[in-house]
């Protein structure tokens, strides 16, 4: 699969293409970024043979290009993904799918009638620590699941195009869809409302929240919770759980840990969920090791080429895109939402 990549500055490189180039089903021919140096970057890891373009357009028109992966800001991801789509090209689509519900909506639409793959780029449901609490959950060994909850206290987002409220499409759709995606998957059930609180506290030069905790509601009374912090000075461990008429799991993504404690044993099940020496990972701007990437793209890739529906496929990043808005409304309302606004029925 001959690939462009759309998008080259430090995730685009240190993500996708440190991780296609060593994947034998896959051969980048393509890159675009409007620094130069960030596409001297791209041509020390990829080789002098790498077409670089200052313009993403000039990358996706390259005639030999038959997929893109799409690593823009946010702000750009539906027109590149109209465009890649009108061009015929199978795509990889960075977080968020749209900044809005009718944004998500034309993109999905602009996917079937080309009849060409669609998949987020939410890497988290690859990640072994992840696919291994689903399966234990599916498997039964909580019981009936009434809680999920997550815990990410860590320090600011890389500077730049995050800091603006207009490129992200705000905090919690940037930097949340991927455990709001975790919920959303792991849970089962149609979100119902969502309230929250947060503000811009510590980190005052920026638009966005740098803090929030959100209560989101299911079907069958189901729930689950973010904390997100943006100011913590040490870590970045991110704690996630789940809570069952049985017992429980919690996880911790840095320490690759697992843990399941249940109500009729004695045992506490502690596991170490270590990743395949190829899924390393890369180190994001608060030292954490973000994994999954690999993965993520392996199954694009195995998609691509059978025409299969991916595991995170448009409608399940609308959803999430659709949970994110509606808690960023309700700090904005100062109130409780329904997700019927955003069209969760």
Not at 138 to 162: A, I, K, S, T, Y
Not at 311 to 319: I, Q, V
Not at 327 to 337: D, H, M, N, P
Request: charged share 25%; with cysteine.
């Amino acid at each position: 699969m001959k690939i462009a990549l759309l998008g080259a500055g430090w995730f685009g490189r240190e993500a996708h293409l440190r991780n296609l180039l060593s994947l034998e089903n896959a051969e980048v021919v393509a890159a675009s970024s409007r620094s130069e140096s960030s596409l001297d970057a791209a041509r020390e890891i990829a080789g002098d043979d790498l077409k670089a373009f200052t313009d993403w357009k000039d990358a996706l028109a390259v005639d030999e290009v038959e997929a893109v992966v799409i690593a823009l800001t946010n702000n750009l991801h539906h027109e590149a993904a109209l465009a890649a789509f009108e061009a015929g090209k199978h795509v990889l689509l960075e977080k968020p799918l749209g900044l809005t519900i009718a944004e998500c909506d034309e993109i999905i639409a602009a996917s079937e009638s080309a009849g060409k793959v669609l998949q987020i780029g939410h890497e988290m449901r690859f990640q072994r620590l992840y696919s291994q609490m689903k399966s234990m959950i599916d498997g039964g060994e909580v019981g009936n699941l009434q809680l999920m909850w997550c815990r990410e206290f860590r320090g600011p987002m890389r500077p730049g195009w995050r800091s603006s409220e207009a490129l992200t499409g705000g905090t919690i759709l940037e930097k949340n869809c991927h455990h709001i995606d975790l919920f959303n998957w792991m849970i089962g059930e149609k979100p119902v409302r969502v309230a929250a609180n947060g503000g811009t506290n510590v980190l005052t030069d920026r638009e966005i929240l740098d803090n929030a905790q959100v209560i989101i509601e299911y079907a069958n009374n189901r729930r689950a919770t973010l904390e997100l912090c943006l100011f913590a000075p040490f870590g970045g461990e991110c704690e996630i759980g789940v809570a069952g008429d049985l017992g429980r799991i919690d996880t911790r993504n840095q320490a690759l840990e697992l843990t399941l404690q249940r109500f009729d044993l004695p045992d506490r099940n502690e596991m170490q969920i270590a990743d395949v020496a190829e899924d390393a990972g890369f180190v994001d701007a608060s030292g954490r090791v973000d994994r999954g990437i690999r993965p993520e793209l392996e199954h694009w890739l195995d998609c691509c080429a059978a025409g299969d529906r991916p595991l995170t496929d448009g409608e399940s990043a609308k959803l999430s895109v659709a949970v994110c808005l509606a808690a960023q409304e309700s700090i904005r309302r100062g109130e409780t939402v329904l997700m019927e606004e955003f069209g969760v029925k």
